[in-house]
């Protein structure tokens, strides 16, 4: 069983408008609440696809409820409950294009922390653990190691998506997978990837330090997996992009359904997941993935080193 852990999760709210003018009134329309947070999104991409995965999560206040709640409605959720209320997100789509503003989210104390440690040690099915998003609030980036260390003591794997500079430590703990985007990379391992040929260096360099496998994002320019023996790279969708909020955990979790359990099928998870991220950017929130199959038609993948 795959687990997924959001550490910091989220009630997003979408919304449209014609206008953003301060000191007015800016009315909005198509208002979008969905459970949020990076974990989960990567566990309702796996359902979609048939692969069952377990919610892990710090949830509180009535949106943690909300979430929580909606969630349970598609797969299992261990909730651990978290001080104060859990935060609500809010995108707007304007005529100069996408607003986010994320909120800091609801603080995670030490024996909460605790909890949720005990529950990973005591899943007897975990096969792997996903840990995506950002902390909560009271959270130390020396937690992520806490976790990666009872997974690998219950001879499980792991998959990192976060943006912590931390991260540069954590993959010397050689995670199963990591899916950093350009920013990302260059950011928290001080590489360069402006052609593809500083991309395959800088994959050669970050699998060196410990990561087995990289699915580098980078937005429209596709994406690009090494295995640590070949590169490949996948193009992108050419879609009419609403919004890039939740795209690239549905990338994730597509490409994760296609490749965990197969792990030489390479080229159809990518395409799955180029695919799956595209027509998400179309929607507010993940959308119902209708035109995956469709997009997936349109994906070129190559192997490029």
Not at 20 to 31: G, S
Not at 75 to 101: Q, S, W
């Amino acid at each position: 069983m795959i687990y997924t852990l959001t550490t910091n999760p989220a009630v997003d709210m979408n919304v449209t408008t014609d206008a953003m003018i301060p000191e007015k009134v800016n009315r909005t329309r198509d208002a979008v609440y969905t459970p949020n947070g990076k974990g989960l999104n990567v566990s309702f991409t796996l359902e979609h696809f048939g692969v069952r995965s377990t919610i892990l999560g710090f949830f509180g206040g009535f949106s943690g409820d909300y979430i929580v709640r909606e969630a349970s409605k598609v797969c299992p959720v261990k909730a651990v409950e978290a001080d104060g209320i859990t935060r609500v997100n809010v995108f707007v789509t304007g005529p100069e294009g996408e607003y986010k503003l994320p909120n800091a989210g609801a603080p995670v104390h030490r024996e909460a922390q605790e909890k949720m440690l005990e529950i990973i040690r005591e899943a007897n099915d975990l096969e792997c653990l996903v840990v995506s998003g950002s902390l909560s609030p009271e959270m130390d980036s020396s937690y992520y190691d806490e976790l990666i260390d009872v997974v690998k003591t219950k001879g499980s794997e792991f998959v990192l998506d976060i943006s912590d500079t931390h991260l540069a430590d954590l993959v010397e703990k050689k995670p199963l997978l990591i899916k950093p985007n350009d920013e990302e990379v260059a950011g928290i391992f001080g590489v360069d990837v402006e052609d593809e040929r500083e991309i395959v260096h800088a994959l050669h360099e970050i699998h060196e330090r410990g990561a087995q496998n990289i699915l580098l994002t980078l937005g429209g320019e596709g994406a690009y997996f090494f295995d640590g023996e070949r590169v490949w790279h996948a193009s992108a969708a050419k879609v009419d992009v609403l919004s890039t909020t939740c795209s690239g955990d549905a990338t994730l979790g597509s490409f994760l359904s296609a490749w965990f359990y197969d792990r030489d099928n390479v080229e159809a998870a990518l395409r799955r997941a180029m695919a799956t991220g595209g027509n998400v950017a179309m929607c507010a929130g993940l959308g119902d993935f209708s035109l995956v199959d469709e997009l997936e038609r349109s994906i070129k993948v190559e192997m490029v080193a």
